[in-house]
Each structure stands twice: as structure tokens, then as C-alpha cells.
């Protein structure tokens, strides 16, 4: 799968929390990373994509395809 195509979830992180950004993949869970911007955490949340995927396959496990489009609630 192109990590591309997966719909990514970007929140800002409180300061507390030491700041930057949180990255999330809807579609596959507990895939995740952060950056000092948003466009650090994409960058470091597709290698995260890549991992799981390759972590999955690993496993034998199935890989679910990405989202048509993300829904929000």
C-alpha cells in the first residue's frame, strides 16, 4: 500500500505536552507519530505507515485498505 493514500489526522499537542504535532492513521490502529510542524509530523507519520504495514505483513496479518475519504464525528 502507498502511505499516501491513507487519511492522516493532524492535532496540535498542548504545551505541555511538550508541543508540536500529533499525526494519526484512522485506518490503522495505533499508527501514529509526532513533529515540531505539521508537515514534520506527515513526513515522520508516513514511515510510521510504512512500518505497520511492513509489521503486518511480517505477521501475516491483513492490512486494511485506506479510506475512500475520512469522516469526521
Known amino acids: 500500500m502507498e502511505p499516501l493514500r491513507y487519511p492522516i489526522v493532524i492535532e496540535p499537542l498542548a504545551a505541555e ?7 494519526f492513521v484512522p485506518d490503522l490502529p495505533g499508527c501514529m507519530s509526532d513533529g515540531a510542524t505539521p508537515e514534520e509530523a506527515i ?10 504495514i511492513e509489521a503486518a505483513d511480517d505477521l501475516d496479518r491483513p492490512v486494511p485498505a485506506p479510506s475512500p475519504h475520512l469522516r469526521i464525528a
Not at 513526513?43 to 505497520?52: E, F, G, M, S
Open 17 to 23: 505536552d511538550g508541543g508540536g504535532f500529533a499525526a
Open 43 to 52: 513526513d515522520n507519520v508516513r514511515d510510521a505507515i510504512r512500518c505497520w
